[in-house]
């Protein structure tokens, strides 16, 4: 993710978004935010780091 130079959309799920959100706060954990399903979380590169400018917000989706 670091490496997209350009404004750029990601489709993808629960997981992938939460080990973004993981990378931008140094957290380890799977589950760092319940995101809501449908959710935009927007995040912000400067080619080396991450930083979470808008989280999805939560839902009340359900992680099995």
Known sequence: VTSIATDTVVF???VAINAVIGAASGSDRVLV???ANG???VVETDGA???VVRSGG???SRVL
């Open 12 to 14: 993808t799920h629960f």
């Open 33 to 35: 935010e319940r995101l």
């Open 39 to 41: 959710s935009r979380t």
């Open 49 to 51: 780091s991450l930083r």
């Open 58 to 60: 939560t839902g009340a």
